[in-house]
């Protein structure tokens, strides 16, 4: 089983270059997460969508923005990349928003380094 | 926002110590969770926790979802080379209305020495 799979793994942008994170999951969870991470900062929420069709603001989603695509994915775009967005981006999904279903399942992580 | 504080930052111990690190929080939460990540690969869950004065394990891990609500420990017996990773405590409050991810605490990075 694949579970939550991301792509690239790894990536290194200028400044102002724009690209897509993809995310994708075979599990046939209903929610999916975009999270970053940063040494001493936990884990982030950027953009979630709770269901297809639906995608709503995390705690830090300035500078980027998602796509649900259909129910197995979920892309971040970061449209005009910034130093500050150097980071590892986590995918994760889970099958019901609530309640009672706090089980994530997160992709390997994508690193992403802005020059 | 809500914030969960969770100690220690990190700790150096011995293999077969025993390990406690905890997540609190100034607000009430109906959920609490703790995940693993081991290097280079993204968080697991490790215990799930519903209700609160729960007290559950896995194994070599035990972990209690505090009476108040408002805070959760997480125990290791015996440890071994392969416990070494970071550990974050995640709690999601149930709000009915609006839909969330998870609240994590910043980590507890777990290093042992042979």
């Known amino acids: 089983n694949a579970g939550v799979t991301q792509t690239p793994k790894f990536q290194v942008l200028k400044t102002g270059q724009s690209m897509t994170l993809q995310c994708a999951q075979d599990m046939n969870h209903n929610s999916m997460y975009w999270y970053r991470q940063d040494p001493g900062m936990g884990l982030r929420l950027i953009y979630y969508s709770a269901s297809e069709g639906t995608t709503d603001k995390g705690e830090v989603p300035n500078g980027y923005n998602v796509s649900r695509l259909n129910k197995r994915e979920f892309s971040l775009r970061l449209e005009s990349a910034a130093p500050s967005q150097t980071s590892v981006y986590f995918c994760?999904?889970?099958?019901?928003?609530?309640?009672?279903?706090?089980?994530?399942?997160f992709g390997e992580g994508s690193r992403l380094t802005v020059l | 926002g809500q914030q969960l504080n969770q100690s220690p930052q990190s700790m150096f111990i011995q293999e077969g110590e025993d390990v406690s690190m905890n997540c609190t929080s100034s607000?009430?939460?109906?959920?609490w969770l703790w995940y693993k990540q081991d290097p280079g690969e993204g968080p697991v869950l490790l215990i799930a926790l519903y209700k609160a004065g729960e007290l559950t394990s896995n194994g070599r891990l035990t972990a209690q979802f505090g009476i108040t609500r408002k805070d959760s420990f997480l125990n290791i017996s015996a440890s071994i080379p392969s416990d070494v990773g970071i550990y974050f405590c995640?709690?999601?409050?149930?709000?009915?209305?609006?839909?969330?991810?998870?609240?994590f605490g910043k980590g507890t990075h777990l290093i042992i020495q042979p």
């Open positions: 607000s009430i939460f109906n959920t």
């Open positions: 994760a999904s889970r099958k019901k928003q609530l309640p009672n279903t706090g089980e994530l399942f």
């Open positions: 995640a709690a999601q409050r149930y709000s009915g209305g609006g839909a969330d991810g998870l609240t």
